[in-house]
């Protein structure tokens, strides 16, 4: 089993370094092959302009061997050669951008079959904002204002990325529409690491994240160690 990566938006510099550079660490180093898939960015034709934004960063970070896969919609979701590009990744980075797209994209498909497989064998697993967001067992897409089925990676959790500007706005809707489900709002230049087993994670870069359980809130400060399950708690 690999590790996960969820980051809360406004990617790409400042301490963002902090989350994403122990995702290279995790990954296996500087010379592990470093995947980017740019599919939530292309419904505006965003998707190669993101995509060498983030090729950019990671290799300003260190990384050697980064690529920026063209997955973009269906068709190309279900390329084998595109998803045997990713199966020997060791860290795979989903961009931010349209959540609804993103997610019935991948589902089912060939390249998400294959990120499967490799996060079973030790891949890091990231994604900001809409890439953090389909992540989770449930997902909210803005554009329909509807909760969705996400690729579960992360079960019993729905991410709020931005929580900080626009997107604590969305707890009090999703908290009605899903209980029992933790709520995990991420604020911009934030970043959140598990420790390999989805349980213990370490919140890294600028801001916070927030942890919606039933009536109460919980805060976790940047340099702090949390758990997604009630009642456990650990600094550093």
């Not at 706005?169 to 989805?198: C, F, H, N, Y």
């Not at 942890?211 to 399950?229: N, Q, T, V, W």
Request: net charge neutral; aromatic share 8%; glycine share 12%.
């Amino acid at each position: 089993m690999g590790y996960l990566l969820l980051e809360g938006g406004a990617e790409f510099g400042g301490r963002m370094s902090e989350p994403d550079l122990r995702a290279i660490s995790l990954a296996g180093g500087f010379d592990v092959p470093v995947r980017i898939i740019p599919t939530a960015a292309a419904p505006d034709r965003n998707h190669n302009r993101a995509g060498n934004n983030g090729l950019r960063w990671f290799r300003n970070l260190g990384a050697k061997d980064v690529a920026v896969l063209p997955v973009i919609d269906r068709a190309s979701a279900d390329e084998p050669i595109l998803a045997e590009g990713l199966r020997s990744a060791k860290l795979i980075y989903l961009l931010g951008g349209f959540t609804g797209y993103l997610g019935q994209t991948l589902k089912d498909s060939r390249v998400w079959e294959a990120v499967q497989q490799a996060y079973q064998n030790g891949a890091v697993i990231a994604g900001s904002s809409a890439g953090a967001m389909v992540l989770c067992e449930f997902y909210y897409d803005p554009a329909t204002r509807q909760v969705a089925a996400g690729l579960n990676l992360l079960p019993r959790a729905c991410v709020l990325p931005h929580h900080n500007t626009f997107g604590k706005d969305w707890a009090p809707r999703l908290a009605e529409k899903l209980p029992g489900v933790t709520l995990v709002g991420i604020d911009e230049r934030t970043g959140m690491v598990d420790d390999g087993s989805g349980v213990t994670w370490s919140a890294l870069g600028q801001g916070a994240v927030s942890l919606y359980r039933a009536e109460r809130i919980e805060r976790h400060p940047a340099g702090e160690k949390f758990s997604l399950l009630a009642n456990q708690r650990e600094t550093e």
